[in-house]
Structures are given as structure tokens and as C-alpha cells.
């Protein structure tokens, strides 16, 4: 997957500084601010409708943010017109947000209404430098495109993904994907990890879908499984769809090597399946295994972190459960979903930080209970939450180690606390 040299560009620090904001509303401020971007770096790169503007708009992972409308979409080529476009941004106090792959489950986090729009959608390339084995990737880029860019030199690397911390099936041995960063990142120089190409099938793993009557078991497993494994190798991860009175849950596991171990997952292969899926894989199939591309529903993500006995899984399913039975007439889907993050994991980087957004849009008596759901369900003592699978009204750096450092850090190169103040984050700092 990735390393850790990553570059960010605090865009408004060269920027012109203005003595004191202009105090215009928030319409007025980012009319203002598109009118001058648009000046400086003309159409088609700023917009303000049109087919380009709508399929920006449109094509976002969740749902609730395709209802906003930014006053002009900025579409940089270099790290220069993100510069312009900060700079002006600043100028006017304009409300703004950036978004790279649009897949973030967070409401209100890759798009706005009354704000400038920073899209990296035509920054997209990836290249690799045989010289520094690194390998560089622009913000807009899909994992997949990029993955399948530089998968016929047996690499893999894993944007938007990398602020929040990153997780994947690397992740046990290379740890988080992303160090902290601050600014807008317009270029990531990662070093690669030799994961084989396609052809490679150096994993073994896949899927095993279980019956409702195993989803206790599948939460004991799991709780033992994220106690217990010391072994850089596994993957894993468990899917719980609660549709009320009917409950399925699939769980994805991996191993690099030959086969899946009884030792580490003799209680996954115990339980009684519906279905099984297993077979030698490589990295770039067992990365492409688990469809989350699709667009189409409002989503809301809310993250707890949990260690421990049987039992902490079981009252936090049990509250989940209980909620997707209130609300079963207002939701199309609910999933409880545990992806492992081992010791190792943190032994092998220090952990990211990124920016989190505004409370979210859900119908308000299911957002009533959704607040009761995390309040509930909550983390076990000392444990941080993992920023990509959080709620906004989480106040996420708060649980990190190094939140001081983060606030200190935050406070150097953002003085005047623009961004708290005119982007949709981070909260707590
Ligand atoms: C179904 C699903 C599965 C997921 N699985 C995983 C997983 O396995 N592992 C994991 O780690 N995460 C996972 N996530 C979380 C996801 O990776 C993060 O939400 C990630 O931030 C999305 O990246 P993006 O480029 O699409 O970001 P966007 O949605 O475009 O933006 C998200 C945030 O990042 C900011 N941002 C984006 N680019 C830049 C930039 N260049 N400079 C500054 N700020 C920027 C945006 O302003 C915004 O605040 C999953 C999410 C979903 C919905
Ligand atoms: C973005 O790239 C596409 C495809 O190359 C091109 O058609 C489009 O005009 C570009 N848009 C902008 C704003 O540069
Ligand atoms: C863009 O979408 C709006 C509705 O949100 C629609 O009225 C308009 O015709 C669309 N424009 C184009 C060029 O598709
Ligand atoms: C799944 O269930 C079938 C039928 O009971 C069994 O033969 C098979 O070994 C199970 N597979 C796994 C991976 O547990
Ligand atoms: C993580 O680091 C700690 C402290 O150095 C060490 O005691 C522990 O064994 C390490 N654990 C793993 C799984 O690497
Ligand atoms: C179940 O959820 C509902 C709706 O949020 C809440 O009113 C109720 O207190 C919950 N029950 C329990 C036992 O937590």
C-alpha cells in the first residue's frame, strides 16, 4: 500500500493575507469568490453549471451530499490553480470544501451549497519513478485506476482515504496509510509495497456468508479473533446486515499464503455457512473483492472502537440491532461492520489526523436514535475512534494521543482558524 512521504500544499499560507474578513454572507462571500477565481483562471476550470458541474455534484457516494449545490466548481490542473483558488477563497471569507474520490460516507464532507467547490477530478494521474521507487499519485485519482496503473510492477498503493488514517489488508503489517496532513494535498510521493501483480496469487481467502442464527457467534469470533491474532499476514473483515427479523453476515478473510490457518481462523470456518468463497487470490483481487464504488444511498457512518471480552461486541450489536428495529420503515439497509485494527498496526506508523464535518441530514427521529446508538454503543476506555468511519458530531481528535500536538500543530499554520471557520472540519482543534 503506501508509505509515509506526503506532501500538502497550505495553499492560503502564500496567499495574499487580508486584514480583517470582509464579514460577507456566505452567499455573497463565495459569489465573490468565484467571480475572482474565475477571472484568475477563467472556464473551463472554474464552473458554475453545466454537464461537468452536475456530474460532479452527482456522482458522490452518499447520497445526502448530492442535494448541495456550490455556487462554482473549481477544477484544478497544478498545485498553482489550488493556490488561485485558496487565495481568492480567503480573500472572501467564502465557505469551501475539497473533494478527491467523493466516496467519504460523511454527511456534508465532499460538497457544499453557498461555497466554493475544490474538485480534483482532472488530477488523476500515476506515475512511478524507478529512480526513488517511489511511487506519485495526484489527489483525484480512484484507488482502482491507480492500483491498476502500477499493478504490472507487482505494487500496490493506497487519497482522500490516506488523511483519514487508512485501512487495509496491508495495513496489519505496514500499518495506517496516511501520516497526518494538514492543507490541501495536491501530490502524494508514496513508497510502494511489492504486493505481486494480478497474475501472483501469493493470498488464499474470499468470503463465507453466514445464516442469522450465527451472527452470535460470528461477534464472538470476531471479538476473540481481534483479541487474540498476532499474525501480520490475516485479513479480515466482518459485514453484520441487519435487515430487522433477518439478519445475514458475511465475513471476508485473507491470508498471505497458501491457506487460511485453523489457528487464527478455525472459528470462522467452524460456524455453519450458507455460502463459501474461498480460493488462492491476489492482492489486486482480494482488493477489488468487496464492491464499494456504488453510488446511490444516503449513508451515515458512525465508528466505536472496541477491545475486549464477547461481551463488549454483544451490548454494542445488541444497541445496533435495537436501533435498526426502530427505525426498519425509514432505512433501506443497516450494517454493522468490524474491520480489525491490531497492535501491529499501530506499531508500525504513528497515527493520521484529518479534518470532519457538519452534523448530518437523516430524518430527525432516526437521527435522535442514531445519537443514542453512539452514545451506546460506545468505545471502550482509551481507545481512539478511526476517523474515516465516524459521524461528524464525533469529536474524533479528542480520543488521539497526540491531540495536543494536533491542536498546536493546527494553531502554527492556521492562525487566523480559517478553516475551522469556513470549511466543513475539523471539529476539536
Ligand atoms: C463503502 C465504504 C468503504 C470504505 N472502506 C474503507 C477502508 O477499507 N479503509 C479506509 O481507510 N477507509 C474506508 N472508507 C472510508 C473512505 O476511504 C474515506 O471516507 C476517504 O476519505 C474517501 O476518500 P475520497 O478521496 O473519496 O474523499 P472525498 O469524499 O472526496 O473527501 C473526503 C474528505 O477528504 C478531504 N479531502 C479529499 N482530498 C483532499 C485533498 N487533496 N486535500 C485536502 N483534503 C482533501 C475532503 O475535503 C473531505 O473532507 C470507506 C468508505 C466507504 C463509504
Ligand atoms: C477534464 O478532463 C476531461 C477529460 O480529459 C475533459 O473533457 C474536461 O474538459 C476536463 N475539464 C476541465 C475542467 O479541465
Ligand atoms: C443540471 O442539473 C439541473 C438540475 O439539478 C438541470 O436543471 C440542468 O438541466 C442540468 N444541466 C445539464 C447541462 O445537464
Ligand atoms: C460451508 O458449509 C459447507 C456445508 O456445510 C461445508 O461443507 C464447508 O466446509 C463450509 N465451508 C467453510 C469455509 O466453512
Ligand atoms: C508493539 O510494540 C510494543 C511496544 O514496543 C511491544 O511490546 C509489542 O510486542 C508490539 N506488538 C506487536 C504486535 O508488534
Ligand atoms: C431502542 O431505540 C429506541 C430509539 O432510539 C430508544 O428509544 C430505546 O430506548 C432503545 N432501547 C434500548 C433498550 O436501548
Request: aromatic fraction near 10%.
Given at each position: ?15 495574499t ?23 484568475a ?7 458554475s ?14 447520497l ?12 484544478p ?16 471569507g ?135 491474532n ?9 459485514l ?26 478455525g472459528?470462522?470456518l467452524?460456524?455453519p ?7 488462492p ?18 449513508q451515515?457512518?458512525?465508528a ?18 435495537n ?21 501491529s ?36 476506555p482509551?481507545?481512539p ?23 498546536k500543530?493546527?494553531a ?18
Amino acid at each position: 500500500m503506501v508509505g509515509p512521504q506526503t506532501e500538502a500544499a497550505v495553499a492560503y499560507e502564500n496567499s495574499t493575507r487580508r486584514d480583517s474578513p470582509p464579514d460577507l454572507d456566505p452567499a455573497s462571500a463565495a459569489s465573490s469568490a468565484c467571480a475572482a477565481i474565475l477571472l484568475a483562471l477563467g472556464s473551463p476550470v472554474v464552473q458554475s453549471s453545466g454537464p461537468e458541474y452536475n456530474a460532479t455534484t452527482q456522482d458522490i457516494w452518499n447520497l445526502f451530499n448530492t442535494l448541495d449545490q456550490p455556487t462554482c466548481i473549481v477544477y484544478p490542473r497544478t498545485g498553482a490553480d489550488v493556490q488561485a483558488a485558496m487565495a481568492n477563497i480567503f480573500q472572501f471569507g467564502s465557505h469551501y470544501v475539497v473533494q478527491a474520490g467523493a466516496h467519504s460516507a460523511m454527511v456534508g464532507y465532499n460538497s457544499i451549497t453557498d461555497g466554493v467547490l475544490i474538485s480534483f477530478a482532472n488530477m488523476t494521474s500515476t506515475t512511478y519513478n524507478p529512480q526513488t521507487g517511489t511511487v506519485t499519485v495526484q489527489p483525484g485519482v480512484r484507488w482502482g485506476d491507480a492500483m491498476a496503473a502500477i499493478e504490472h510492477l507487482g505494487f500496490d498503493v493506497g487519497t482522500g482515504l490516506l488523511l483519514g488514517g487508512g485501512i487495509s489488508y496491508l495495513a496489519p503489517l505496514y500499518g495506517w496509510a496516511g501520516p497526518t496532513v494538514l492543507g490541501i494535498v495536491t501530490r502524494y510521493e508514496l513508497f510502494p509495497v511489492r504486493t505481486g501483480t494480478k497474475e501472483q496469487k501469493n493470498w488464499f481467502g474470499g468470503s463465507i456468508t453466514y445464516p442469522a442464527s450465527s451472527s452470535v457467534a460470528i461477534l464472538e469470533a470476531s471479538a476473540r479473533y481481534i483479541r487474540e491474532n498476532t499474525d501480520t499476514k490475516a485479513g479480515f473483515i466482518a459485514l453484520l446486515n441487519t435487515i430487522p427479523s433477518d439478519v445475514t453476515a458475511t465475513v471476508y478473510l485473507f491470508y498471505n499464503g497458501p491457506s487460511l490457518p485453523h489457528s487464527i481462523f478455525g472459528d470462522f470456518l467452524s460456524i455453519p455457512n450458507t455460502s463459501a468463497s474461498l480460493s488462492p487470490l491476489s492482492y489486486f483481487d482480494i482488493s477489488n473483492l468487496i464492491p464499494g464504488n456504488a453510488r446511490g444511498n444516503g449513508q451515515q457512518f458512525g465508528a466505536a472502537s472496541w477491545v475486549g471480552d464477547e461481551a463488549t461486541f454483544l451490548s454494542g450489536y445488541n444497541h445496533f440491532f435495537n436501533f435498526t428495529e426502530t427505525f426498519a420503515a425509514d432505512l433501506v439497509g443497516s450494517d454493522l461492520i468490524i474491520s480489525p485494527i491490531p497492535q501491529s498496526q499501530w506499531n508500525a506508523t504513528k497515527t493520521g489526523a484529518n479534518a470532519i464535518g457538519d452534523p448530518g441530514v437523516a430524518p430527525p427521529g432516526v437521527q435522535a436514535g442514531f445519537e443514542l446508538l453512539l452514545e451506546q454503543a460506545s468505545s471502550s476506555p482509551g481507545l481512539p475512534l478511526y476517523i474515516n468511519e465516524c459521524d461528524a458530531s464525533q469529536n474524533v481528535f479528542k480520543t488521539y494521543p497526540s491531540f495536543a500536538a494536533l491542536q498546536k500543530t493546527y494553531a502554527k499554520y492556521d492562525p487566523s482558524r480559517f478553516n475551522v471557520e469556513h470549511t466543513t472540519g475539523p471539529i476539536g482543534l
